[in-house]
């Protein structure tokens, strides 16, 4: 039975022209004139019997109807356009697996470690794209998710289930110029030193002088930095000292970049997890995934 589905030319110039609101930059998207672009929409309109766009005085408008159709075609095209991608890159061998990922733990502790990955499943091909918050796995390509986050955020991502990779543990690293002869600083040091601020820990610094027994009047001043990543290179460049969760600065330290410039970690509330969605069929999880997670949670006594 032959299918209803327009042709995907069309579909793409509507997805185009629906994300610009203009006929004009989905040609140049595309690299087509605009005159071919409306007569494929127009030629689509025909096939589905409505109206998709208005014109307005600056251009064209989505209908409601045409809106509505906009918001389904496109995670569809995506999809399409990742299947093709994927087929691409493994050339027919093998299987991906689409992973949503905190950034700076997917290129500190992640992406160094997938060596080890690609000897024991070299079928296996891992993509990766940021995502920091929780997000509804049915309206993504996404297989899996690295997330960084407490325990009762974790239960409260509905419709998934996670395992607990690592707690995070922070500790004060510096450049090796700002220790000067000593072999470790004291906290009452440390609090005298200009303190490298993480904004989205605000509490950080306070908490850890509190743990210490130390009053730090100035636990809260410093620059502020959005990403450990910066908070990290900005230590390294004898800025000040940083609080940083040791397995995210391991190459700095190996490298003699960075040293702990007080011994005293604390442990966080956050943790790193491995998060799924959860499916009543387990014929739905691929044979990658199941793969890769269980090599994942193998990672852990290496980190411990």
């Not at 569809?76 to 493994?90: F, H, N, V, Y």
């Not at 000897?119 to 993509?127: R, S």
């Not at 990658?288 to 411990?304: D, E, I, R």
Request: glycine share 6%; with cysteine.
């Amino acid at each position: 039975m032959r299918r209803k589905i327009p042709s995907l030319q069309a579909l793409a110039c509507f997805d185009a022209a629906a994300r610009h609101e203009s006929y004009t930059r989905a040609a140049q998207e595309l690299a087509l004139t605009q005159g071919a672009v409306s007569r494929q929409i127009t030629a689509l309109e025909e096939f589905l019997g409505m109206d998709l766009f208005r014109r307005t005085r600056h251009g064209v408008a989505l209908t409601e109807r045409g809106a509505a159709y906009a918001k389904q075609v496109a995670p569809r095209l995506q999809g399409l356009e990742q299947d093709t991608l994927d087929a691409m890159s493994t050339q027919g061998q093998g299987s991906a697996v689409h992973l949503a990922a905190v950034p700076t733990f997917a290129t500190r502790w992640l992406i160094p470690r997938l060596p080890l990955l690609a000897a024991q499943h070299p079928d296996i091909t891992i993509h990766i794209e940021t995502r920091t918050r929780p997000f509804m796995f049915g309206e993504t390509p996404f297989d899996a998710a690295l997330y960084a986050g407490t325990p009762e955020q974790v239960r409260n991502w509905a419709g998934t289930k996670a395992t607990l990779l690592l707690m995070e543990e922070v500790v004060p690293v510096c450049s090796p110029k700002l220790m000067s002869d000593a072999v470790e600083l004291t906290p009452e040091a440390i609090s005298l030193l200009p303190l490298l601020q993480q904004s989205t820990r605000a509490e950080g610094w306070r908490q850890w002088f509190e743990a210490q027994g130390v009053d730090a009047p100035l636990a809260l001043a410093g620059p502020r930095y959005e990403l450990f990543s910066m908070t990290a290179a900005a230590a390294t460049q004898g800025m000040g000292v940083a609080l940083v969760p040791r397995l995210l600065v391991e190459t700095e330290l190996a490298r003699g970049e960075l040293v702990i410039a007080c011994n005293r970690p604390l442990r966080g509330e956050r943790g790193y997890y491995i998060v799924t969605p959860e499916r009543t069929n387990k014929t739905d999880i691929s044979a990658a995934l199941t793969a890769f997670v269980t090599w994942l949670t193998h990672q852990k006594p290496a980190l411990l």
